[in-house]
C-alpha cells in the first residue's frame, strides 16, 4: 500500500512523523471529563464493564468478580463516552473502550464526552497505543498513572474531518473481515474441542465392548463390565484443606477457577501469588493432585496440578487412591456429569458443587491396568487434536498482529487510504463467543485512584 508524499516531523515518544496535511492537537480539545454519578439511582442504570471486546454489560447474576456494596459512585456512560483507565495500564489488558450504551462504570475510571472529532478514529488512535503500551512514558507511581491533566495535555495527530471519517470507514471494513476471519478460525476451535469432549465419552464406551458386563444399579451408568466396580466418589478420593497464608508463599503459583479451561483440563493462566494480588488465606496444593472447580461445575473445569502452589476457596484439590488421571478424565466425561442434576442442590443464581455432594457421585472403577489404558488411549487421541488446536490458535495471534500492525499504519498516516474504494459491508465486532464465561473482563477494582 503506498504512503503519502509528504510528511513532516513531529516529537511523540511513539511516533516520529505523520503526513504533512495533518495537525497536531492535545486531546483536551476533544475530551471533555464527565464526573456524572449515580448516586442513589443506580438501580436505573445498567452496569457495564470495559473488556477486550469493548464495553458491554456486566452479568451481575453470575457472581463473577467483585461488586462494592454500594454503586452510589459509580460514573454515568452514554453513547459515543470515551473510557480510559489510567492506572495500572501494563498490567491491564484493555484501558481504552468506546460506549454505545447507556449504564455506569466503576468510578475508578475516566469517562470522556467526545466532540470536534470521530470518536472512532480517536479509538482506533489509542487501541493502537494500548496495544503496545506506548502511554508508558506518562506512567508515575508504582500503579503505573497517568495523571489526568497530563493526559489531557498530550498531543495526537488529527487528520482532516473527511479524511478521519475515510480511515475509520476503511479500518472498520478490514477489522470486520479480520473478525470473520477469526470467528470462523474460533468454530473449528470449538468443532475440535468438542471432538475432545466427545472422544473421552467414546473411549471409555469402547472399553466395554466385546467383554461380559453386568447391569449397574445407576441408570446414568447403565451396564458395565464384570470386573469392574462402582464406588461413591467419597470412598476413593479426599478433599484436602491446608489453609495458608499468601504472604508466606508469594512465589508459588495461584489457581482460580478462571485458570482452568473448561472441558479440556489444560491450565490457562500462570501467575505467582504476588503477581495475582491475593490477600485472602488460599488452600495449598501439592503437584500431582486433582484441582476442581466447585463454581458452575458443569464447565468443567478439571486438571492436574503440574505444581506446588495455592488455589481460592473455589478450587478443591483432591486426593485419590486411584490412577490420579483416569480420575481425572472420568470427572470430563458424561458419566460424571451426568449426575449433577441428581446429586447437586438447585442454585440457579450461581451453582456449586459443595464436599459433601460431591462425595456422593458415583464413580465407575476399571482395573489398575484398563484404567491406564483408557488414560494412554485418551491422551494419544486428545494429542492430535491439540496440535491442530494450537496450529488455529498461533495462526489467530498472527491475524491478529497483522490488524494490530494494520491499524497502527492507518490511524498514525503510515498508510494512504484516501483514494481507497469502499464497498458496503455489515461491521462485525470481534466478540469471543467460544468463552461464554466472559473470562477476559478487565473490570478495575472499585476503588478510587
Not at 473421552?200 to 467383554?211: C, E, L, P, S
Not at 473455589?314 to 483416569?326: A, G, Q, S
Request: some cysteine.
Amino acid at each position: 500500500m503506498k504512503r503519502y508524499k509528504e510528511y513532516q516531523t513531529i516529537s511523540l515518544p511513539w511516533l516520529n512523523n505523520i503526513p504533512a496535511n495533518w495537525t497536531m492537537h492535545r486531546n483536551k480539545v476533544f475530551l471533555h471529563e464527565s464526573k456524572d454519578v449515580v448516586g442513589n439511582k443506580s438501580k436505573d442504570y445498567t452496569l457495564l464493564s470495559l473488556t477486550l471486546n469493548g464495553i458491554i454489560p456486566r452479568d451481575v447474576s453470575s457472581g463473577k468478580g467483585k461488586f462494592p456494596s454500594d454503586f452510589g459512585t459509580y460514573k454515568i456512560i452514554r453513547p459515543n463516552d470515551i473510557v480510559f483507565c489510567l492506572f495500572d495500564v501494563d498490567e491491564t489488558p484493555r484501558t481504552v473502550g468506546l460506549s454505545n450504551l447507556n449504564g455506569m462504570l466503576t468510578g475508578a475510571y475516566d469517562v470522556f464526552h467526545v466532540s470536534g472529532i470521530n470518536s472512532r478514529y480517536l479509538l482506533y488512535y489509542y487501541l493502537c497505543l494500548d496495544d503496545v503500551k506506548a502511554l508508558r512514558p506518562l506512567y508515575k507511581g508504582l500503579r503505573k498513572t497517568i495523571n489526568i491533566d497530563t493526559f489531557l495535555g498530550t498531543r495526537m495527530p488529527v487528520p482532516p474531518s473527511a479524511e478521519q471519517d475515510q480511515i475509520v470507514r476503511y479500518l472498520d471494513w478490514q477489522v470486520s473481515k479480520i473478525n470473520r476471519l477469526i470467528a470462523a478460525k474460533r468454530k473449528q476451535i470449538e468443532m475440535l474441542r468438542e471432538e475432545r469432549r466427545v472422544n473421552i465419552d467414546y473411549v471409555f464406551a469402547n472399553m466395554q465392548t466385546g467383554v461380559s458386563l453386568k447391569r449397574s444399579a445407576y441408570p446414568w451408568i447403565g451396564s458395565i463390565p464384570t470386573d469392574w466396580s462402582i464406588r461413591a466418589f467419597g470412598k476413593i478420593a479426599v478433599v484436602k484443606s491446608n489453609l495458608v497464608s499468601p504472604s508466606d508463599h508469594f512465589d508459588l503459583f495461584q489457581i482460580s477457577p478462571a485458570s482452568i479451561e473448561k472441558h479440556t483440563g489444560r491450565i490457562i493462566a500462570h501467575q505467582t501469588v504476588e503477581e495475582s494480588g491475593v490477600e485472602s488465606a488460599n488452600h495449598m496444593f501439592f503437584r500431582g493432585q486433582i484441582l476442581f472447580s466447585k463454581i458452575r461445575p458443569r464447565l468443567n473445569k478439571v486438571t492436574i496440578a503440574p505444581y506446588d502452589g495455592l488455589c481460592s476457596a473455589e478450587v478443591y484439590p483432591i486426593e485419590t487412591v486411584l490412577y490420579t488421571p483416569y480420575l481425572k478424565y472420568y470427572m470430563l466425561s458424561a458419566y460424571f456429569n451426568r449426575q449433577y442434576d441428581i446429586h447437586m442442590s438447585d442454585r440457579a443464581r450461581m451453582p456449586k458443587l459443595n464436599k459433601e455432594e460431591l462425595a456422593t457421585f458415583e464413580v465407575v472403577i476399571p482395573p489398575n491396568d484398563i484404567q491406564k489404558s483408557i488414560v494412554r488411549t485418551i491422551e494419544a487421541s486428545n494429542e492430535k487434536i491439540d496440535k491442530l488446536i494450537c496450529v488455529m490458535e498461533k495462526q489467530i495471534d498472527s491475524i491478529r498482529s497483522l490488524s494490530t500492525r494494520l491499524i497502527s499504519d492507518v490511524v498514525t498516516g503510515q498508510i494512504d487510504v484516501r483514494g481507497i474504494e469502499i464497498p458496503d459491508f455489515e461491521f462485525t465486532p470481534d466478540v469471543d463467543s467460544a468463552e461464554a464465561d466472559t473470562e477476559d473482563e478487565t473490570e478495575a477494582e472499585d476503588e478510587e485512584v
